[in-house]
Every structure is written in C-alpha cells, then in structure tokens.
C-alpha cells in the first residue's frame, strides 16, 4: 500500500534557528512529490514539486531535497511567519489525479 | 483571477439533510480536483475530472456523494443524507496538466459541522 509518513509531528523553533522537516515515503511508482504549506482554516499553498532523487528546489528560506525514500524541506532561519502545517504530497504511478498525503507537520516559529 | 474559490466557507446541518457545495476553478485550469480532511489529517483523495469528465474516484466516496462538474466549468460536490462523519474541510483544487507540471491550487475549503 502507498504510504507517506511525515516527522516530525510538531516542531517548535526559535526564531532564527534552522531545522529539518521529513517526508518519507514508500510507493509504487513516484510521478512527483509535493511541499505545501497550510495556515489555520485555508486550503493548501503550494511549495514545491520534486521529481527524481537528486532534484533541489529553494524558495525563501525554504529548500527541498528528493532521494530515492524521503524528502527533506530545509528552512533556514525561520522567523514567526514561517509558522504553519506543512504537508508532503506523492503522485503515484498508476493514477491521474490522487495526490496521496501525509499527516503534516506543525511548525511553530517563536520570536 | 483570484484563484479557486469555494462556496459557503462553513455549513452546518443536521443528519440526514442534503448539502451542496461549489468550487470555482482558475479559469485556464482544465483538471478540477475534490478532497476532504479531517482534523490533524493530511487532506484525502475524492474525486477529479478532467473537462467535464469525472475520470477517478476514491473507494472513500460512497454512494451517498455526488460530483458534477456540467460544462467543465466549475463544479459541485453533494452529500445525500448526511452523517456525523461527514462532518470535515472539503477542498477543492484545480491544475493545468501541461508538460509534467501538476501543481495542484487549492481552496479555501468548505467546512461542514453535521450535527
């Protein structure tokens, strides 16, 4: 069965305090893997799409990387509007329109 | 464009009513997409369309949902005879398949309270 498992659940940083977020993912077939970010009652915002292992993509201070198992979002120095759930995606192969995701994680950014 | 729009932002209703819900794509996009999620949970798959065809569905949608999209435009999700676990954000989000690009856009949402 296609899975993707995020970890950290929570995440609390200080301002400024680099850090990792984790994405792995077990599927059959990988047609991309999806960043978003989600705020308290809105819909997801896209980040990034990632293709194959080796693939980088920086936004800010936001930089996601792709192996053959897990992804990684990097933020560096985060400040307090970087608080939010971030949600990794995978499109599998075999499926048009699903995007399987993962629970997410909570990022809390404090001053 | 201001994106995908949803409408209502919230619904609550009582078990056993029917409640419809809209979604507003962006203009170009042609792949218009349903999801619904519950708290702490990442968004789950329910259907997409592709134009005005309904080109997959998701084991999680019972008979009791209904989909539309007439004219490939903007579409509409219905619930028939609601239930408590009904009750979730329902996202809509829409993309313009070109070249491997699958960036999905999504809504705001609709948040259905069935009680």
């Known amino acids: 069965e296609d899975q993707v498992t995020q970890s950290p659940e929570a995440l609390r940083l200080q301002e400024g305090e680099s850090s990792s977020l984790n994405c792995s993912y077990t599927v059959s077939g990988l047609r991309g893997l999806f960043w978003y970010r989600q705020d308290p009652g809105k819909g997801p915002e896209f980040l990034f799409t990632?293709?194959?292992a080796g693939e980088e993509k920086e936004k800010e201070r936001l930089k996601a990387t792709l192996t053959k198992k897990e992804s990684f979002l990097h933020i560096t120095a985060p400040k307090p509007e970087d608080s939010a759930t971030y949600l990794c995606?995978?499109?599998?192969?075999?499926?048009?329109?699903?995007?399987?995701f993962g629970k997410g994680t909570k990022l809390s950014v404090k001053p | 464009d201001t994106g995908v729009s949803q409408d209502p932002r919230h619904k609550i209703t009582k078990r056993g009513q029917n409640v419809t819900f809209r979604c507003d794509p962006i203009?170009?996009?042609?792949?218009l997409y349903w999801y619904r999620q519950t708290l702490g949970q990442g968004p789950e798959f329910l259907t997409y369309?592709?134009?005005?065809?309904?080109?997959?569905k998701s084991r999680l949608l019972s008979d009791r949902f209904s989909a539309e999209r007439p004219k490939g435009s903007f579409s509409t999700l219905e619930i028939q005879r609601t239930e408590q676990g009904d009750s979730a954000m329902y996202l809509c989000?829409?993309?313009?398949?070109?070249?491997?690009?699958?960036?999905?856009?999504f809504g705001s949402g609709t948040r259905l309270t069935v009680v």
């Open positions: 990632l293709y194959s």
């Open positions: 369309f592709q134009n005005e065809a309904q080109l997959e």
């Open positions: 203009s170009e996009h042609n792949r």
């Open positions: 995606a995978v499109r599998v192969g075999g499926s048009q329109g699903n995007l399987i």
């Open positions: 989000a829409s993309s313009l398949v070109t070249a491997g690009n699958y960036g999905y856009t």
